[in-house]
């Protein structure tokens, strides 16, 4: 489990980091890079909290099943 969460942290680092490349080589204003690098920041948090959660569901069922 241990290796599946670090894989996924992993990808979704790079994820966030190839998009933040993408968007400061574009030719756009300094006003719709910073927009854009919010919102990719908003959604990367909301996607790490609905992880968060699954891997405490999965784990909590996990738990009960052993017990």
Known sequence: ???LFRGA???VGGA???AAVA???????GEEVRKELSDL???AKKRAQ???EQVKKDLSELT???A
Request: charged share 30%; aromatic share 8%.
């Open 1 to 3: 489990m241990n290796n």
């Open 50 to 52: 609905d992880y968060c």
């Open 23 to 29: 968007l400061l080589l574009t030719p756009k204003t």
């Open 64 to 66: 009960e099943k052993e």
């Open 9 to 11: 942290a992993l990808f």
């Open 41 to 43: 920041a908003e959604e």
């Open 16 to 18: 966030i980091v190839g």
